[in-house]
């Protein structure tokens, strides 16, 4: 699992990015969210999330706020 913070919610959109801890930004959309809606999610949240290889970079997976 990776970890990092949320770093830009786009909710109109329904996607954002995630800063991770290895100093890359992670896109994630909001049907990879886990036990969170993503109207409930704030700017600087710590998540875990695991992360894919899409055809445009990588994406985050099974995003879960840690607590």
Do not use: Y
Not at 5 to 25: L, M, S, Y
Not at 39 to 65: C, H, M, Q, W, Y
Request: aromatic share 8%.
């Amino acid at each position: 699992m990776h970890k990092g913070k949320i770093n830009k919610v786009v909710r109109d959109r329904g996607f954002g990015f995630i800063d991770d801890t290895d100093g890359r930004q992670v896109f994630f959309h909001q049907s990879s969210l886990v036990g969170v809606g993503f109207d409930d999610l704030r700017g600087e949240e710590e998540v875990e999330f695991e992360v894919e290889t899409s055809p445009k970079g990588p994406r985050a997976i099974n995003v879960n706020i840690v607590k």
